[in-house]
């Protein structure tokens, strides 16, 4: 155990009591120094800030399957997982047949039955599930892997090796609509190598989801599934913000919200954005459930955790800053009563181009007070609009620039969310240094 926080435990005596309170921060202080190994390990090296690999496998997309290679393995078939999916990691949700013959990764339930997945319900998803971005690794010793990906020309999909981007452009499908699409990668030699396929379907209708299906190798090959014991796993209770959503086309790129980067910055390789756009602790965005709705719906379902954070506000803007305070209250200890000993990062709203305003920074110290009251050593509050350096200011965007802050840059044409790609990598490094911040401090 940390010595720091061993010296904070000599304090609780020996009473009944005290010795649960003693094994709750015990293992939180497991939870904690876990999450900082890993954060130390990822900084500066992680995927997104590595460069691209220098000798890359050739990447060649086609309509068509090489049928020269090995026979394929299906991944779902009859509407059910078949054995080969246990051979996958599946990070950003967990695995469901979509459509007989593709897995999907579902990962927010939130009534009504409105989710990015109503049109494609079945016996495996229902009406209310949405996925965004998601990724599936596999090792195999091949030098020649094929992928057989659902999507079409509007949606990237990025491949990782061995921790390294093969191209950070990503590679787009060949057909105009929905289809199946075959991503072939070709090595120069044959050896065990880990590769991650990132795909997205981070839109608000599931008119393009990108789904993985099959596997073809090169002779005598084999995959297998990564080993997951150093995968943390991040849970991310965020707004549009953090599903990468604006009128400027964030949905095409797997890594693109600011979520998804935060967890590369961070070391956590699986990544779920427990999300809706416009919603909040009390927004209600499009009839969708406020946040204490929302936490029922995920939080077991989804987990376990090894860090859970909370982005929320910037919809509650108008809302009275003491009821805030009791929305955001009761929404963390529920929280913390689905996910006993797992670290909470709660991050103040985001200004937009409001400057930050008055009713931003109110709605933020609403939060922070709430954190207060929570009074949980494994969770803290980062500021965010109340920061000595505010994440963003300004009152300009993009198409409508004033030089009154950076708003100008990271603000995209609708005037409230970020732009595509710098925005949100902007606002990952903010959020990935507050976590970093805010987790430390839970040894203090």
Not at 86 to 95: E, H, L, Q, S, T
Not at 391 to 408: E, R, V
Request: net charge neutral.
């Amino acid at each position: 155990m940390d010595v720091r926080l061993m010296s904070g435990l000599r304090g609780l005596g020996g009473g009944p009591r005290a010795l649960t309170d003693r094994n709750v921060r015990m293992s939180g202080a497991e939870a904690v120094n876990k999450l900082l190994r890993a954060f130390r390990k990822a900084e500066d090296n992680n995927p997104y800030q590595l460069p691209e690999m220098a000798t890359p496998p050739t990447v060649a997309v086609s309509a068509t399957t090489d049928a020269a290679l090995a026979a394929s393995i299906p991944l779902a078939t009859a509407n059910a997982l078949t054995a080969a999916a246990a051979k996958v990691a599946w990070y950003g949700g967990v695995p469901a047949v979509i459509a007989n013959t593709f897995v999907g990764m579902p990962v927010v339930s939130n009534l009504p039955a409105n989710g990015n997945l109503a049109s494609l319900a079945n016996a495996n998803v229902s009406a209310d599930l949405s996925m965004y971005n998601h990724a599936a690794e596999i090792m195999t010793d091949a030098d020649t892997v094929e992928f057989s990906i659902y999507c079409r020309t509007d949606r990237k999909v990025m491949f990782q090796v061995d921790g390294q981007y093969v191209s950070k452009a990503g590679h787009v499908g060949v057909t105009a609509s929905n289809s199946y699409n075959f991503f072939k990668l070709t090595f120069t030699s044959k050896r065990p190598r880990r590769i991650r396929i990132l795909m997205s379907n981070m839109s608000e209708a599931a008119s393009s989801p990108t789904m993985l299906s099959a596997v073809r190798l090169s002779a005598l090959s084999a995959f297998w599934k990564p080993d997951q014991s150093g995968v943390l796993r991040l849970g991310c209770y965020t707004d549009s913000y953090g599903m990468g959503g604006g009128t400027q086309t964030n949905w095409d790129t797997p890594n693109a919200a600011f979520t998804t980067l935060a967890g590369e910055l961070l070391g956590m390789r699986d990544v779920r954005q427990l999300s809706q756009f416009g919603t909040g602790y009390i927004a209600t965005g499009s009839g969708r459930s406020k946040l204490l709705a929302q936490i029922p719906r995920s939080i077991s379902q989804q987990g376990p955790w090894d860090l859970i954070l909370v982005a929320h506000g910037y919809n509650d803007a108008a809302q009275a800053p003491a009821t805030v305070q009791a929305e955001a209250l009761a929404a963390l200890r529920l929280i913390r009563e689905g996910a006993p000993n797992v670290p909470i990062v709660v991050v103040g709203p985001w200004g937009g181009r409001t400057g930050p305003s008055a009713a931003v920074v109110g709605v933020e110290n609403a939060i922070s007070s709430a954190v207060t009251a929570l009074a949980d050593p494994l969770c803290r509050f980062a500021p965010n609009s109340t920061a000595a350096q505010p994440f963003l200011f300004g009152t300009g965007y993009q198409g409508a620039t004033n030089a009154s802050g950076n708003s100008d840059v990271y603000i995209g044409t609708d005037g409230t969310h970020f732009t595509p790609i710098v925005g949100h990598e902007y606002g990952a490094y903010r959020v990935a240094t507050a976590v970093r911040d805010a987790v430390e401090a839970m040894l203090k």
